[in-house]
């Protein structure tokens, strides 16, 4: 069974432009999170959806945003880039049911860099 | 709040010694707790996991973890390192609230010497 796939792995944007960044989960998962890894601030979630629908938000402003389509494939959009989005984003999938904690997987990540 | 420590940011071994790597939660409901492992530019692989029963769990590479409830603890383990397991890792727990998220301690590097 294939993994989760990102694309592109790496990105260079400049500050105000925006990006969007896609994720393929493993077949058959509904659930796709998303998470920035930086040195500063570590690993820390943004948010996940599960059936099109965004179930979970973290503590991020409104220029990260996301949407899933109905094969639950994902993408991510930050706009008005900044030199703080620098970061390696990281996407996991997983089955996505309520009934039990369902383990993560997760994808090699895109690196953006901002300048 | 939920949080994880990872108290060590660093650590050496001389490869074939034991490794144990720290990690303590806080949680108020019953964790789902895990250690990924990462090596540089890649993705995070799941190392290990504990959901329920058996408080010693063994994971992928020659990995173990124990969970102690009263120590809110789950520290990883391995009886004799290899050089190849240079890499960080990352303990986190898993929450569950309107869906799934992980969170996550800020890592130890992992070292090994030759």
């Known amino acids: 069974k294939a993994g989760v796939t990102q694309t592109p792995r790496y990105l260079i944007k400049t500050r105000g432009q925006q990006v969007t960044l896609s994720c393929s989960p493993i077949s058959g998962h509904r659930s796709v999170s998303w998470y920035q890894q930086t040195p500063g601030q570590g690993l820390q979630f943004l948010f996940e959806y599960f059936s099109e629908t965004q179930r979970n938000k973290g503590n991020f402003p409104g220029r990260f945003s996301g949407r899933q389509f109905s094969n639950s494939r994902s993408e991510m959009n930050v706009s008005t880039l900044e030199l703080g989005d620098s970061a390696l984003y990281l996407c996991?999938?997983?089955?996505?049911?309520?009934?039990?904690?369902?383990?993560?997987?997760f994808g090699p990540g895109t690196r953006l860099t901002v300048l | 709040a939920q949080s994880v420590t990872q108290p060590d940011i660093h650590i050496t071994v001389s490869e074939g010694a034991s490794l144990e790597l720290r990690c303590n939660y806080s949680?108020?409901?019953?964790?789902?707790l895990f250690w990924y492992v990462q090596s540089p530019g890649q993705g995070l692989q799941l190392l290990l996991k504990?959901?329920?029963?058996?408080?010693l769990v063994q994971g992928i590479k020659g990995f173990e973890a124990e969970f102690k409830r009263s120590q809110s603890s789950f520290n990883l383990r391995k009886p004799s390192v290899h050089w190849s397991d240079a890499a960080e890792y990352f303990c986190?727990?898993?929450?569950?609230?309107?869906?799934?998220?992980?969170?996550f301690g800020a890592g130890t590097i992992l070292r090994v010497k030759s």
């Open positions: 986190a727990v898993g929450v569950r609230e309107y869906g799934n998220k992980l969170v």
């Open positions: 504990y959901f329920s029963g058996d408080t």
């Open positions: 949680y108020g409901a019953t964790p789902y």
């Open positions: 996991a999938s997983s089955l996505g049911g309520q009934a039990s904690y369902n383990e993560q997987f």
